[in-house]
């Protein structure tokens, strides 16, 4: 499969919420990227996404049905810490899903920073890994890579959102960007069953945090 394919997905709400949606800010860009992601489900070998969230329910059924389909599937996300009052209760769901099925890898990235006083954060900390991208493997060799504005995060308020998908054959000047990148986040994240016994349910104090120069 040589062929080049991008599509490019623009949603914008009908009305304004400040509760947002089930989905997160934009309930048409999550299914636009659950369509994408059900896609050829059964053709796929590996399934990597890094998110700045992942507290929505039905995302994870979706990776779900993607492993129980023979997929390996990693999640590269958040500790518990870093969501807000709003998201904190479905993460904290949506991860001891997680540990209890064992179906999807989910890692936590070490982040290189946290900084205090975050308006949206209630004060608390705020960190640093803000990256919502996708990369999926096909046993034919294709893969198809995406990038989007939405942090699928139920919780938050309603937004205008894009999502950009790129398929291609994983040798290609397109993929191999996103295969790099994973391939570094992957080695530099931890296995959120070994975070969790240290950090996931607590935030460092100010006084711990060295300050970046």
């Not at 053709?43 to 992942?54: R, S």
């Not at 209760?89 to 949506?94: H, S, W």
């Not at 570094?184 to 970046?212: G, I, M, N, V």
């Amino acid at each position: 499969m040589n062929k080049i394919i991008v599509r490019v997905y623009n949603r914008v709400p009908e009305r304004y919420s400040s509760e947002g949606t089930p989905f997160g800010s934009n309930a048409e860009i999550y299914r636009d990227i659950a369509s994408e992601l059900r896609a050829r489900a059964e053709d796929i070998e590996e399934a990597h996404l890094a998110l700045y969230l992942f507290n929505n329910v039905h995302l994870y059924r979706e990776l779900t049905d993607i492993a129980n389909s023979g997929a390996r599937v990693v999640v590269t996300s958040l500790p518990i810490g870093g969501y807000d009052r709003r998201k904190k209760d479905a993460a904290r769901r949506v991860y001891d899903r997680v540990l209890n099925e064992r179906k999807i890898e989910l890692r936590i990235f070490p982040h290189m920073y946290v900084w205090y006083e975050a308006r949206y954060a209630g004060g608390g900390p705020s960190y640093s890994f803000h990256v919502k991208a996708g990369l999926v493997k096909y046993a034919d060799g294709s893969c198809k890579a995406f990038l989007t504005s939405g942090n699928l995060a139920p919780g938050d308020p309603t937004h205008s959102e894009t999502a950009v998908f790129i398929k291609a054959p994983c040798t290609s000047t397109y993929i191999q960007p996103f295969e790099a990148f994973f391939s570094d986040l992957e080695k530099r994240s931890k296995p959120f069953q070994d975070y969790k016994a240290c950090l996931l349910y607590t935030s460092p104090s100010p006084r711990d945090l060295s300050t970046p120069r």
